[in-house]
C-alpha cells in the first residue's frame, strides 16, 4: 500500500458546508423556501435549524478530534457576514474566528471555503452572478473574510462546483435566482471566474503563502448504446463543456463554452497562474443518449452497469471513476485534493463498502499521481441536502434531527477513522466493522 504522508503532510479529512449544517440562516436559499419554489410533487424541504452546527460545532470538532482528521474543509455563510449590501457582520465573523483558532489548536489544517452555492438575501436583485458587477461584491466579501482569517487560513477555495450552481440558478431554475438562459449561463461561469482572478489576488494580498484553488464537481459521462456515433458525439460534448472547460480555460487564458444551438461563447480572461490547487469533486457516473430534439437534444440518466448499485438518491456508483478523474487533471501540473466524495445511504454497511472502493482507488492514483494531496469526504454530519432535505444520509456521524440533534459515530466513521490511524501509524479505535 503506498505510504500517503508528504511534506507538506497528506491532508485525511471531512468536507461540510455552512449553510447544510449551521441552521438559523436567512439568505437566498431560505426566501426561496418561504416563497414555495422548492416545491416539486407536494414535497417541500424546510431548512430550520439544519444541523444546528451554529450552536454545537465546539462538539462537533471534538468529533474531528476522534476521526482522527489532520484536515477539515469547511464554509463561511457569505449571508451571515454580510446580511445587508456593505454591511459586514463582524460578530458573526466572530466565531468563525473562533473555528479557525480551535482547529488549529487541534493541529487541523483549516480549507477554507468562500462560495458554496449561497448568496445573501439581496444579492441577486443587487448585483446577480449575470452581471459584472457580481465580481466587485465577491472580492469585498472575500476581503472581508481574508483580512481576519487570512494569516490562519493556509487553503481557500473561492468557488464550489461552480458549474453545478449555475446550471442549477440558470438553467434548471431549481436554485434561485431561478432564469433559463444558456446565454446568461455562459455569462455567469465568465464573471465567476472572473470574480474568483479578483479573489485569488485579494487573498494573496494579504496572505502571499495561502494557497488558493476551486472545488470542481467530476462526473464520468457513458454512452447509453455501445457504439452509436451520436452518442458518442454528445457524450463528449457533454464532457468537453461539464469537466474540461474550467480546467482548459486556465490554460488557455480564455472562456470557451460551446454547444451546438444552444451557447457560442468565448471570451479572454487572465487565468494563468491565478490557481494553486484543483479540488476534485466526485460521486457518480451517468449514462448518456442523443434525442432528435432541438429543445432537448439529448438524456441524462442512471443505469448500473457497474454493478456497484445505486447510492439512496439513485446515483450510480463507480469508483473507477475516482481515479480517472483524477487522471484527467495531471494536465493541469497543479495538486490536486479531492475535496468531496461520498453516498447518500441509510445502510452504513454501503458508505463502508464505497469508502473501501473509492480509497482503494484512491491509493491506486498515488502509485503514480504525486499530484494528488489530499482526500476530504462528504460528509461528518447527515446535514440538509439541496432539494430534498434531510432524508439523504451523507454522514460519518448520524444525526437524529428529531431527538436534539445528537450525533452517533456510525460504523463508517469508525472505519475511516481507523483508516487515517494506519496511514498515520497510530493505534486504532475499538468497534471497527
Same mark, same amino acid.
Given at each position: ?91 458573526? #465573523? ?9 482547529? &488549529? ?230 495538486? &490536486? ?43 461528518? #454530519? ?52
Amino acid at each position: 500500500m503506498t505510504e500517503a504522508r508528504r511534506d507538506p503532510p497528506f491532508h485525511w479529512g471531512v468536507s461540510t458546508s455552512a449553510y447544510q449544517i449551521e441552521g438559523e440562516i436567512h439568505n437566498d436559499m431560505s426566501e426561496w423556501e418561504r416563497l414555495g419554489r422548492f416545491r416539486r410533487d407536494g414535497l417541500n424541504p424546510v431548512y430550520g435549524n439544519a444541523c444546528k452546527h451554529w450552536e454545537l460545532w465546539e462538539q462537533d470538532f471534538e468529533r474531528l478530534r476522534e476521526l482522527g482528521a489532520n484536515a477539515y474543509r469547511f464554509s463561511v455563510e457569505w449571508a451571515r457576514l454580510e446580511p445587508e449590501r456593505g454591511r459586514f457582520d463582524e460578530r458573526a #465573523l466572530d466565531r468563525y474566528d473562533r473555528m479557525v483558532d480551535r482547529l &488549529l489548536e487541534y493541529e487541523i489544517i483549516p480549507m477554507l471555503t468562500l462560495h458554496h452555492f449561497t448568496h445573501p438575501a439581496w444579492f441577486h436583485g443587487a448585483t446577480p452572478w449575470h452581471k459584472p458587477e457580481a465580481v466587485e461584491s465577491f472580492q469585498k466579501f472575500t476581503e472581508f473574510v481574508a483580512k481576519r482569517l487570512g494569516d490562519r487560513i493556509p487553503y481557500y477555495v473561492t468557488l464550489n462546483e461552480p458549474i453545478v450552481w449555475a446550471l442549477a440558478a440558470y438553467v434548471d431554475a431549481k436554485f434561485p435566482p431561478g432564469v433559463k438562459s444558456p446565454k446568461l449561463l455562459a455569462e455567469v461561469l465568465y464573471n465567476m471566474l472572473a470574480a474568483h482572478v479578483r479573489a485569488f489576488d485579494t487573498i494573496k494580498g494579504i496572505n502571499a503563502a495561502a494557497e488558493v484553488g476551486i472545488a470542481k464537481n467530476f462526473i464520468i459521462f457513458k454512452t447509453a448504446r455501445k457504439g452509436n456515433p451520436l452518442d458518442q458525439k454528445v457524450k463528449r460534448l457533454i464532457h468537453r463543456f461539464y469537466n474540461l472547460m474550467l480546467p482548459t480555460a486556465f490554460e488557455e487564458d480564455r472562456v470557451t463554452i460551446r454547444f451546438p444551438f444552444l451557447v457560442n461563447f468565448e471570451r479572454e480572461l487572465a487565468l494563468k497562474e491565478k490557481i494553486d490547487f484543483w479540488g476534485v469533486n466526485y460521486y457518480y457516473r451517468m449514462h448518456v443518449r442523443f434525442r432528435l430534439s432541438l429543445s432537448r437534444p439529448f438524456d441524462l440518466f442512471f443505469r448500473n452497469t457497474s454493478g456497484e448499485g445505486f447510492s439512496d438518491l439513485g446515483w450510480e456508483i463507480y469508483a473507477r471513476g475516482l481515479q480517472r478523474v483524477l487522471n484527467w487533471m495531471k494536465f493541469t501540473n497543479k495538486p &490536486l485534493f479531492v475535496t468531496e466524495n461520498g453516498i447518500a445511504a441509510e445502510d452504513d454497511s454501503r458508505r463502508v463498502e464505497f469508502m473501501q472502493r473509492h480509497l482503494e482507488k484512491l491509493e491506486e492514483a498515488l502509485t503514480d499521481n504525486p499530484q494528488v494531496r489530499g482526500y476530504y469526504h462528504w460528509s461528518l #454530519l447527515d446535514n440538509y441536502e439541496w432539494l430534498i432535505g434531510y432524508g439523504a444520509r451523507f454522514g460519518l456521524y448520524e444525526v437524529d434531527f428529531e431527538n436534539g440533534y445528537r450525533r452517533t459515530l456510525r460504523d463508517s466513521g469508525v472505519y475511516f477513522a481507523n483508516y487515517i490511524r494506519q496511514k498515520q501509524g497510530k493505534s486504532l479505535i475499538d468497534n471497527a466493522p
